[in-house]
Each structure stands twice: as C-alpha cells, then as structure tokens.
C-alpha cells in the first residue's frame, strides 16, 4: 500500500522560517507529496486550533526509485553535517529553548507495578475503544481485565529479572542523543514521556513547561506508526495541548514514523549481518522478521499505516542487505496478539511451526516494531519461541539484539531531530523542501486528523462487540450487560465499595 499525506498549508511567515544554520533531509524523494491545507503557524494555531484536511491517508510512500542523495540549497538552509568542532558553543536558534521529546510505552518497574500499568494499558480507547455509549464502561472493564491479566504478566516479568528494562533503556537513548544533538551543535534537552508508566508523558510536559522550552520536537520512539502506539501519545498530547495556554503557544513538530531513515536501516542491517555470521551456514538463514502485531481492525477499519510502514520497513532493510551480497530468504509475522480477535497475520508462532515443517533449520530472529529489549523481546521471543523453533525443527535460533544506543541508530534520530527543526512550528509544508522531507512532519492535529480523523469504534482487542440489530446482536448486548454486572461485582470485592456494601448485602462473611 501507498501513502500520502493530503494536507495543505500556506506559507508561512517568513519570520517564522528558522536562519540559514538550519538543516535539511539529506534523502529527498520527489514522489512523497506532503500537502497541507491550513494557515499553520503557531499563533494561528491558538485562535484556530481545527486543521482543514484534504483527506485522510489513502497511500504509504513507496519505496522510492528516485531517492537520491542530495544537498539542500534553498531558504531553508544548507546540508549541515557536523559542525561541532567549529563552532562548539553557538546556539543553533538565537534564544529559542529546543526541547525533543521521546514517547514510549513504558513497563511496570516492579512485579507490584504490573496490574496498576495494565490497568493504564486497557484503559486507553487506542488500545480498547468501546462504542460510545459504552464508554463510561472503560475503566470498570480496565479494572476487571488488568486484574485477570496480571498473574500472567507478572510470570513474565519475574522470569526478566522482576521488571520491565524499558525505563533505563529509554532514558539511556535520551541522554545518548543529548549528547548526539550537542556534539552537532545543537544544545536541545531530551525528555522521556511514557504512555502507561513513570516517567508519564504528563511529568514530561510539566518539565518541558518548568524549562521554558520555546520549540518542541516530538518524537516517538516507534519506527513505525500505529493509532495503537505513537497515535496514542499523541492523543493524549493533543489533549495536554489543548488545556494549557503555553504548550498551545510552543511551538512544535511531530516526526511520526522514521522507518525509512537511513541510518535507522543501516543501522538494523549492521545487526543482522553481525548476527548471521554466528551461524556455521549464514547463508542458508532464514531471516524471521517478528514484528508486534494490532488488530486486523485497526488497519483495515482504522486505516492504521502500521501493516504498510511495516512491510517498506522489511524491504528497505533487505534492499541494504542485498546491496551487502546479503541475499537470504527472510519473512515477516507478527507476535504478541491479546485476546480473542482476528490480528495481522501470519501469527509468529504459527509461522515458526510451517518453517520446521518446511525443513528450515536455522532462524534469526529480528525484533522489528521496537527499538528497545522488553518482554517481548526477552521473554516472548527468548523464551517461548526459540523453544517453539527447537520443538518444530529448527536447530539454530539466533535473535538480533534490538537497537538500544547503536551509535549509528542514535546519530540518524539526532539527524531527524535537526532535519525536522526548519518546520518547527512554521510548519513550512508548502515549501518544496518540507513536501519532498523524507520525514513526514506536522502538528500533532494534523497527524491525528490525518491518520484516525474520525476516531472510529474498532472492535476491542480483547473482547468481541457488536452493536445495533444485527443478527448477534443481542447474545452480545446480553454478554455486555452481563459483563458489566461482572465488572460492577469484581470492582465490589476489589475495593470493598459499591451498592452491595452499601445495601449490606456484601461481604457476605463478617
Ligand atoms: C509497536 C509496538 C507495539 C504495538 C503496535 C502494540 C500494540 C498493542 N499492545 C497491546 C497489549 C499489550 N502490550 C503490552 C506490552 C508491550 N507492548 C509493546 C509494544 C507494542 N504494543 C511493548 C514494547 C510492550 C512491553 C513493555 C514492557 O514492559 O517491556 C502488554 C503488557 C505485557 C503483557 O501482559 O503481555 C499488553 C497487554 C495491545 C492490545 C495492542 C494493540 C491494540
Ligand atoms: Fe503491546
């Protein structure tokens, strides 16, 4: 699938254009459209917050033959690369404050963190979102569903050390690009924002706002988009922004999905190569790309780019191995699914049991929707398929660690820092730069807008829900009322409050 971005933006100020020491995409494809269709600057944004779009994502960016390495030469500023030798000290923009804020997930620290963290999971509407009407059943069902769950996580978590690695690892990747962003002569803070747990992304702002940052460059820590991971901190971003009138009057800009950067495939390709030499016929390995998967929903109802992101991702990343004389079979499945709905397919379980069936021998896994070890990485993919592959036939699993601080990988985000700096807050789509970026920017509106506009219901990852007079219809609003009373009965024993305490009916036993 092929997308473009459909919006169109004026012009803009041209005080708002950032001085000649800017920078640029170094990769310019001439085919990626970017039109943007507001008067977007940031004060613009404050008394008009509502963007008007063309319309929504109708097709990924292909795998462009034309991208070309080339130099930036217009208003915009030159191609810079590393300046800092030369000028060590000097401020990029005059007095501006550049803040980068890093999204991520976030994992529970501790086994007692698990439930609380799967209750702020499930209580997302990207990650669950029930009809309208039903939405004041959200928590409830949070509640009812992080309770039942968490036996289970905290097995996993326990057998990965007791905790989720994903808050060192993250804060880690800050400071590494801090100092990536410095040596380039670009003195910018870097913020860590998590969705479910501490740092929360609301702990980040309060910083961002304590800091007095001026420009605000978002970037999630997900190559590829999905509603479900970088569409989410968004939302709750847009949300944030909204209330406060000075994140609405800092400007900011939103690098949403980096998949197709370079050094971001560089890098990932160094890994594999490293790895395949441990097997004693590199050659003859199967390349097992295990991506996280979404629900089949989100992709098709939703228009989530994440499938079509995923798939340019695999191909750029074998286009660098192939150009390596690195030809070897490789396929892509996606893992980790929760409840009982149809996911992305093929499911990496069932896949590794055809690849035994097919005579494979030797599989490298690689991690691909996350640039950090987590459990999935360290438990799921680890653990529970490598003894998978090994009881289906496989004789030689091996498993490409992910990208954590790779230096390459943290110099190519420092670069798509700086490349998207010019259209901080300016948001100079229009200029011909800004449409050819290989970085697709825009506000976090627009993103919103432009990827899940109408933010439609999506059946649930975890429980099944049909709704109006349709031919199930009622067995599922009989399984929804019984479900809540369920709900309403496990919030009761859970916390002790409710109308049976209140009636004393409960507890039963004093
Ligand atoms: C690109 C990555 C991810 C996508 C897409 C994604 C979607 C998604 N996840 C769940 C449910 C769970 N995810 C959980 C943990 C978890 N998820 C991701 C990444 C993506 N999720 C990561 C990196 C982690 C691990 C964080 C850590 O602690 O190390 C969990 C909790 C773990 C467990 O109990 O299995 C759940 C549950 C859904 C439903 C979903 C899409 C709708
Ligand atoms: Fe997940």
Sequence with gaps: MNQTMHIRVQPPSPSLLLPRASFCAQRICPCY?????????????KTS????????????????????????????????TS????????????????????????????????????????????????????????????????????PKSKEGY?????GSPLRQITDAQAEELRKALWAKNVPAKVYVGMRYWHPFTEEAILQIKRDKITKLVVLPLYPQFSISTSG?????????????EYLMNMQHTVIPSWYQRGGYIKAMADLIEKELQK????????????????????????????KAEMEECIDLIMEELENRRITNAYTLAYQSRVGPVEWLKPYTDETIIELGQKGFKSLLAVPISFVSEHIETLEEIDVEYKELALKSGIQKWGRVPALGCEPTFIADLADAVIESLPYVGAMAVSNLEARQSLVPLGSVEELLAA?????????????????????????????AAMLAVLVLLVLEVTTGEGFLHQWGILPLFR
């Design 451 to 479: 990827y899940d506009s109408q933010r439609r219901e999506l059946p649930p990852p975890v429980i099944v829900w049909e709704w109006g007079w349709t031919k199930s219809a009622e067995t599922w609003n009989g399984r």
């Design 83 to 150: 300046r800092a030798e030369e000028v060590p000290t000097l401020p990029v923009i005059g007095d501006e404050r550049i803040g980068v804020l890093l999204l991520n997930l976030g994992g529970p620290e501790t086994l007692e963190d698990v439930q609380p963290f799967l209750f702020n999971l499930f209580a997302d509407p990207d990650i669950i979102r029930l009809p309208r009407l039903f939405r004041f059943l959200q928590k409830p069902l949070a509640q009812f569903i992080s309770v039942v769950r968490a």
């Design 232 to 244: 989410s901190s968004l939302r709750l971003l847009e949300s944030l922004f909204r209330e406060d």
């Design 279 to 306: 097997f004693d016929c590199p050659e003859e390995v199967m390349i097992f790309f295990s991506a996280h998967g979404v629900p089949l929903a989100y992709v098709e109802e939703a228009g989530d780019p994440y």
């Design 33 to 45: 459209r970017v039109q943007m269709e507001s008067t977007c600057n940031s004060n613009q944004l």
């Design 158 to 162: 326990a057998s990965i050390g007791g």
């Design 49 to 80: 917050p509502v963007t008007r779009l063309s319309s929504g994502w109708s097709k990924t960016h292909s795998i462009c033959p034309e991208l070309q390495p080339r130099k930036c030469s217009s208003q915009m500023g030159a191609l810079v």
